[in-house]
């Protein structure tokens, strides 16, 4: 088959309309010596020869089934069951756009609807939306949400400084132009107790994130009375969560969530080099027609068959423009349909176990780490599965012997977002790690911090 089906004569025709004699005539304003220049190009080669250089050139990446690592600050390494591939990779799940036509895409509704069921279990929420494109802009929703149900009268944000820092970075570029001040920030050491006395009465939602981008979880009393605080100013109370941790802690609708969102990542998708990944965002009920995005429901037909239907979608190619909560896109339907078969595929006693060995592989890493001499844990709190170290010399050196002596990726290096931190590594265990890998890297710190 002719890729370009135009004849000869359709050509002549369409070059007599624009008024040239020839397709080289619509080059003239390129330079000669440019127009059709040789390249040179290798003498082609076979499929098999193809792929066998192919290969040989990723052999040459790091990858995570041959090197052990640390490393996390929002992105995290987990165990993801094969019946989630088998899943998504079907023809029907994988090709399918947005269910714009839902008479034809009830499988693809009913996967979002139990998607979001899953999200209002594992939150607390009464409703969630069908995904977003990942948890910074999820936050940035939020933050409008909130600026929304305060009917737009109240213009202030109050985050915690322990808000992941690129989700910070989100929300300022997100809201820029649109007259909403952003603060609590400014001073990282900053308690609850300091951000509480941030908000007023021009707050509109105080965003906090659980466990924090430290990896530390705060007293819920404490987190308790914050919400509190929030909602007797009349603002809402926005917790960013990592939904592994939520297994084994408290769903934050317990201590006073209205919006709960965070990165959906861990629930069975694959790091690959930063995404695509999804934003999950869940709220109470009586917000829902504040919320961004796609949310799906049941119902019956005229008949009583069970149906889904795609029942709120409050963008402005569906509704008035004026009357849109966000020009936000498109769900992220493939990933959030990977979390669904992932919760699904664990079960309730199945996430506790992963958030288990998470949380105790964690514990164990801090403490054999903490006895080395030179070394210290920068917090004394209870944490989920990372904690912050100090170390006897600076974190990128301590990083680059990891992996250029015992071949092993380490943690964060902190001081990249707080200044004064610059001898400071951030580690994240999940259950992917094994014992050996946490003894090796204790191991290798020692040796490091020996070498003068």
Same mark, same amino acid.
């Given at each position: ?18 008024? *040239? ?10 330079? #000669? ?13 076979? !499929? ?81 939306? %069908? ?8 936050? /940035?929703?939020?933050?409008?949400? /909130? ?12 985050v ?5 820092? !690129?989700?910070?970075? *989100? ?24 951000? %509480? ?33 929030a ?6 109370f ?11 802690l ?84 493939l ?7 992932y ?9 506790? #176990?992963?958030a288990?060995?998470?949380?105790? #592989? ?8 903490? !006895? ?8 004394d ?24 002596e ?6 964060? !290096? ?25 003894? %090796? ?12």
């Open positions: 088959m002719v890729y370009v089906p135009n004849t000869d004569k359709d050509r002549a025709k369409m070059l007599a309309v624009i008024g *040239v004699e020839s397709v080289d005539d619509l080059f003239y304003d390129v330079p #000669k010596e440019l127009r059709y220049p040789q390249i040179e190009l290798p003498e082609p080669v076979s !499929e098999m020869e193809v792929l066998r250089e192919l290969q040989e050139m990723s052999e040459s990446n790091v990858d995570l089934l041959h090197t052990p690592s640390f490393l996390g600050a929002g992105a995290y390494y987990h165990f993801i069951p094969s019946v989630v591939d088998t899943i998504i990779s079907r023809s029907e799940f994988y090709t399918a756009y947005t269910p714009y036509q839902p008479e034809v895409s009830q499988g693809t509704l009913q996967a979002a609807f139990e998607y979001q069921t899953m999200i209002c279990m594992l939150t607390g929420m009464d409703v969630a939306n %069908a995904s977003h494109y990942d948890g910074g802009t999820a936050t /940035a929703e939020a933050v409008i949400m /909130a600026v929304a149900v305060g009917k737009g009268k109240r213009r202030r944000i109050v915690s400084p322990r808000l992941h820092p !690129e989700y910070v970075q *989100v929300v300022r570029t997100y809201v820029q132009g649109m007259d909403i001040q952003v603060v609590g920030d400014e001073n990282p050491h900053a308690s609850l107790e300091d951000i %509480a006395g941030l908000i007023d009465s021009n707050t509109a939602g105080v965003i906090v994130q659980v466990p924090d981008f430290f990896g530390t979880i705060e007293d819920y009393g404490a987190l308790q009375a914050l919400a509190d605080k909602h007797q100013a009349g603002a809402l926005i917790v960013v969560a990592y939904p592994i941790s939520l297994g084994l408290k769903p934050p609708a317990e201590y006073g969530a209205d919006i709960v969102l965070g990165e959906g990542q861990s629930l069975g998708s694959p790091l690959s080099f930063g995404g695509p990944y999804l934003g999950f965002f869940a709220c109470k009920e009586e917000y829902v027609r504040r919320m961004a995005g796609r949310l799906v429901g049941q119902t019956v037909d005229t008949q009583g068959r069970r149906g889904f239907v795609l029942t709120l979608s409050t963008r402005e190619q569906h509704i008035r423009r004026e009357k849109a909560t966000s020009n936000i896109c498109t769900n992220q339907g990933n959030a349909l990977a979390a669904a078969v919760m699904s595929a664990l079960g309730k006693q199945g996430l506790r #176990k992963v288990e060995l998470c949380y105790h #592989k964690a514990h164990y890493a801090a403490r054999r780490i903490a !006895e080395i001499p030179g070394y210290r844990l920068l917090s709190k209870p944490f989920f599965n990372e904690f912050v170290v100090r170390c006897p010399k600076p974190a990128t050196e301590i990083n680059r012997y990891l992996y250029e015992w071949g092993i990726v380490g943690g964060f !290096e902190v001081g990249k977002v707080c200044p004064g931190l610059e001898d400071s590594l951030m580690f994240a265990v999940t259950e992917m790690n094994t014992r050996d890998e946490i003894d %090796a890297l204790v191991e290798a710190l020692r040796e490091v911090a020996s070498n003068g």
